[in-house]
């Protein structure tokens, strides 16, 4: 064997490792567990909600059209966005790029300040236009579910901030950083699972 | 392909069938079932698409990945069989 065809076969092995379905869960299997309790809740609520909308559709159809469609999609396109700069956070640091990725871990944590700016805004609309906790059915489930939501997104933008630290820190991170990531993505799959049935649907 | 090309063709992707879902969802006509399974259906390839490349959970495989990759399909689907 000659040491180019060596060469060659070194890297097919890594990159056929890359896609092997045997690399370790990312993270903490605490987190994960911790993801599907999370998980579970999030459709505890959904379904509490489905079946209310059931019950009393035009008293849910009336309060979903007070709601600004386009602040839920811009919402969506922030927390997806925010998701591609923590992947790419973790990537960059498995790259040994620390710079890059402080940089893309507050960059994902900004994305999250936007997704919290622009559901305070909303929601600041709906409290004006006499919406709130109690009263309105549609209302009490929407911000039951999103005020719930939020509570998430703020604890993943401190922890991102938190990893953005410790990394520019040089403290080893590593399983740390799967783990809040992890935690992210949790937060963006349940969106994703809330737009459509809070804005889309009707 | 590079990881960090792989994940920024799938977030243009999960962009895109995010407006997609926005503009099905804002058409001026009465939501019917296919209507509905359509939006449904993009909510669960997004979800696919995260679970697998940015939770990257698609080189793990296994029991884990079935559970995350059904989370939405499940949801959904028991949402529309309650809505019929």
């Known amino acids: 064997m000659t040491p180019s065809s060596t060469h060659v076969n070194v890297k097919k092995s890594r990159v056929r490792f890359s896609f092997s379905k045997n690399e370790p869960l990312p993270g903490d299997l605490a987190m994960w567990v911790l993801i599907l309790a999370e998980l579970t809740v999030f459709a505890v609520l959904f379904f509490t909600f489905i079946i209310n909308r059931i019950i009393s559709p035009e008293v849910f159809q009336a309060g979903q059209a007070q709601l600004h469609v386009q602040s839920g999609l811009y919402i969506t396109l922030a927390l997806l966005t925010a998701s591609y700069f923590v992947a790419m956070g973790v990537n960059s640091d498995k790259n040994k790029s620390h710079k890059w990725a402080v940089a893309w871990f507050y960059s994902g944590a900004l994305c999250g300040i936007i997704y919290i700016g622009i559901k305070l805004y909303e929601y600041s609309i709906l409290i004006d236009a006499g919406f709130g906790l109690t009263g309105h059915p549609f209302f009490m489930y929407y911000f039951l579910i999103t005020g719930f939501h939020l509570i998430h997104v703020l604890l993943g933008v401190g922890l991102l901030i938190f990893m953005a630290i410790a990394i520019q820190r040089r403290k080893n991170t590593e399983n740390g950083l799967d783990s809040v990531a992890s935690y992210w993505h949790m937060v963006d799959l349940v969106w994703l699972v809330l737009f459509p049935l809070l804005y889309l649907l009707k | ?84």
């Open chain 2, 1 to 84: 392909m590079n990881n960090s090309i792989r994940l920024s063709v799938v977030w243009v992707f999960l962009m895109a069938l995010t407006c997609f879902a926005f503009y099905i969802g804002e058409l001026n006509q009465p939501q019917d079932g296919n209507l509905i399974l359509m939006i449904f259906g993009l909510g669960i390839a997004k979800a696919q698409l995260l679970v697998d490349y940015l939770m990257g959970l698609r080189a793990v495989g296994g029991g884990w990945r079935i559970a995350l990759s059904a989370y939405a399909i499940l949801v959904f689907a028991i949402i529309l069989l309650l809505i019929k």
